[in-house]
């Protein structure tokens, strides 16, 4: 259950005393889903900022792992950030999994999940709030399952842009400026007088809520939450038919604040005077922070997978040239198989049992080298002079070659350009990714 704090919040909004629901605002006459401004009668002073307010405010640097960033927050005020900014520098690009509030005098590590699988990770660099992750992947972010963020990324990408992109913020930037209705959308979002969030409702009913407790934080993030929602605010129906049943939104918005009651929910972040926790509940999944028993931000939305799975892919340990020396194998053995029918059962069994022991033995023997190549690039960037070095022991030279493409073909390692202008390999977050779930297994 809720605690007593949300529970409070959404009885206020049930009531509509200290909140006002406005006329829903539509794109156009075709529009399948609308937007219903929520304004704030009574508010006192703010005790924080957005980060969207003043971007530089936070220090915040790589970790030197995918999941991590370290936010540091050396000014007087309390730091609020929202859940799915993306953090973009020279490093890769992240996604907060839900939002903080930055105490002053604070260094906290932060959860996130990288949104560029082939992207090279280096620790320390600094990285600057930059854009917001789409509607459509919230959930998948604030899961923090990395390799779903990955999948769901690709398969967002070739949904809205027919190709496959693995880099989140270049599949967002493209669709802002390939599709002129998601920017009209952008442009006209509705932001009135004292206006603390908005409800967005769709065919299937509330598809999102989002509330502020004041209406500088709201003003603040608006034209972002615009682009968050533009997908699905563009949709549009072929004849106008639908027309806003007032009614029935509100049958709908009271339907969806009792799903709220009833959601579990996660504490995930907690500072002096501040948490933060995740909401799971039927259908629906989300988060809100607190400050001083103050409900400061609140985040729900309606969830479902809006896309199809994407078929699985070989083992990504084994080489095109490897893959196609098994099914050589394979062949090979196949034709003994049928030459063997009239022989003795004892002779047929083995053929396949010594198929499945080759494949076997190859893919961890492939595996194993794998590890030793990535793991001699988690520190730094190595060049191959460097890393056939370091290795000399371990691993023979023409092997390393074959690892090091293997990496690059799998978007496990990238070569980059040290200062010196000489070429050097690094592990992508891909790379790292692995590197850790195969130092698990062992």
Same mark, same amino acid.
Request: one cysteine or more.
């Given at each position: 259950?809720?605690?007593?704090?949300?529970?409070?919040?959404?009885?206020?909004?049930?009531?509509?005393?200290?909140?006002?629901?406005?006329?829903?605002?539509?794109?156009?006459?075709?529009?399948?889903?609308?937007?219903?401004?929520?304004?704030?009668?009574? *508010?006192?002073?703010?005790? *924080?900022?957005?980060?969207?307010?003043?971007?530089?405010?936070?220090?915040?640097?790589?970790?030197?792992?995918?999941?991590?960033?370290?936010?540091?927050?050396?000014?007087?005020?309390?730091?609020?950030?929202?859940?799915?900014?993306?953090?973009?520098?020279?490093?890769?690009?992240?996604?907060?999994?839900?939002?903080?509030?930055?105490?002053?005098?604070?260094?906290?590590?932060?959860?996130?999940?990288?949104?560029?699988?082939?992207?090279?990770?280096?620790?320390?660099?600094?990285?600057?709030?930059?854009?917001?992750?789409?509607?459509?992947?919230?959930?998948?972010?604030?899961?923090?399952?990395?390799?779903?963020?990955?999948?769901?990324?690709?398969?967002?990408?070739?949904?809205?842009?027919?190709?496959?992109?693995?880099?989140?913020?270049?599949?967002?930037?493209?669709?802002?400026?390939?599709?002129?209705?998601?920017?009209?959308?952008?442009?006209?979002?509705?932001?009135?007088?004292?206006?603390?969030?908005?409800?967005?409702?769709?065919?299937?009913?509330?598809?999102?809520?989002?509330?502020?407790?004041?209406?500088?934080?709201?003003?603040?993030?608006?034209?972002?939450?615009?682009?968050?929602?533009?997908?699905?605010?563009?949709?549009?129906?072929?004849?106008?038919?639908?027309?806003?049943?007032?009614?029935?939104?509100?049958?709908?918005?009271?339907?969806?604040?009792?799903?709220?009651?009833?959601?579990?929910?996660?504490?995930?972040?907690?500072?002096?005077?501040?948490?933060?926790?995740?909401?799971?509940?039927?259908?629906?999944?989300?988060?809100?922070?607190?400050?001083?028993?103050?409900?400061?931000?609140?985040?729900?939305?309606?969830?479902?997978?809006?896309?199809?799975?994407?078929?699985?892919?070989?083992?990504?340990?084994?080489?095109?040239?490897?893959?196609?020396?098994?099914?050589?194998?394979?062949?090979?053995?196949?034709?003994?198989?049928?030459?063997?029918?009239?022989?003795?059962?004892?002779?047929?069994? *083995?053929?396949?049992?010594?198929?499945?022991?080759?494949?076997?033995?190859?893919?961890?023997?492939?595996?194993?080298?794998?590890?030793?190549?990535?793991?001699?690039?988690?520190?730094?960037?190595?060049?191959?002079?460097?890393?056939?070095?370091?290795?000399?022991?371990?691993?023979?030279?023409?092997?390393?070659?074959?690892?090091?493409?293997?990496?690059?073909?799998?978007?496990?390692?990238?070569?980059?350009?040290?200062?010196?202008?000489?070429?050097?390999?690094?592990?992508?977050?891909?790379?790292?990714?692995?590197?850790?779930?195969?130092?698990?297994?062992?």
């Amino acid at each position: 259950m809720i605690s007593k704090t949300l529970l409070n919040l959404i009885d206020d909004l049930e009531r509509q005393e200290t909140f006002r629901f406005l006329e829903p605002w539509r794109y156009s006459s075709k529009s399948l889903a609308l937007v219903v401004p929520i304004v704030r009668v009574r *508010y006192g002073s703010r005790e *924080y900022i957005v980060i969207d307010e003043v971007p530089g405010i936070l220090s915040i640097r790589d970790a030197g792992t995918v999941g991590k960033v370290i936010v540091e927050n050396g000014s007087d005020k309390h730091v609020f950030i929202r859940g799915g900014c993306i953090l973009e520098g020279l490093t890769q690009p992240r996604a907060l999994r839900y939002g903080i509030l930055v105490e002053p005098g604070t260094t906290y590590t932060v959860d996130v999940v990288c949104v560029h699988a082939t992207s090279p990770i280096r620790r320390g660099k600094e990285l600057r709030p930059a854009l917001y992750v789409p509607f459509m992947l919230k959930h998948v972010i604030s899961r923090g399952s990395q390799n779903e963020v990955w999948d769901s990324i690709g398969r967002y990408a070739l949904a809205y842009l027919n190709r496959y992109v693995p880099d989140l913020t270049e599949v967002v930037r493209s669709i802002e400026k390939a599709q002129t209705k998601i920017a009209d959308v952008i442009e006209k979002f509705p932001l009135v007088k004292d206006q603390v969030g908005v409800i967005i409702v769709g065919t299937k009913g509330v598809e999102a809520l989002e509330l502020f407790d004041h209406p500088k934080s709201w003003s603040a993030i608006a034209k972002n939450a615009g682009k968050e929602f533009g997908e699905i605010l563009a949709e549009e129906q072929e004849i106008p038919i639908f027309k806003p049943d007032s009614e029935a939104i509100k049958e709908a918005i009271n339907f969806f604040l009792g799903k709220i009651k009833e959601c579990r929910e996660t504490e995930v972040f907690k500072g002096k005077n501040t948490y933060t926790k995740l909401l799971e509940g039927n259908g629906i999944v989300g988060e809100y922070t607190v400050l001083n028993n103050n409900t400061i931000h609140l985040m729900v939305a309606r969830t479902e997978k809006p896309f199809k799975k994407r078929e699985k892919r070989i083992s990504p340990y084994a080489r095109l040239s490897e893959i196609r020396e098994i099914e050589r194998y394979r062949e090979l053995l196949s034709s003994i198989l049928s030459e063997m029918k009239t022989t003795e059962p004892r002779r047929r069994i *083995y053929a396949p049992m010594m198929l499945m022991h080759l494949t076997l033995t190859r893919d961890r023997r492939v595996e194993k080298t794998l590890f030793k190549v990535l793991k001699a690039l988690r520190e730094k960037q190595l060049t191959w002079t460097e890393l056939v070095e370091k290795l000399s022991r371990e691993v023979s030279p023409a092997t390393i070659s074959r690892r090091l493409k293997n990496g690059i073909n799998q978007g496990l390692i990238t070569k980059t350009l040290r200062e010196n202008g000489k070429p050097a390999y690094t592990l992508t977050a891909k790379g790292t990714a692995l590197l850790e779930k195969l130092e698990k297994k062992r």
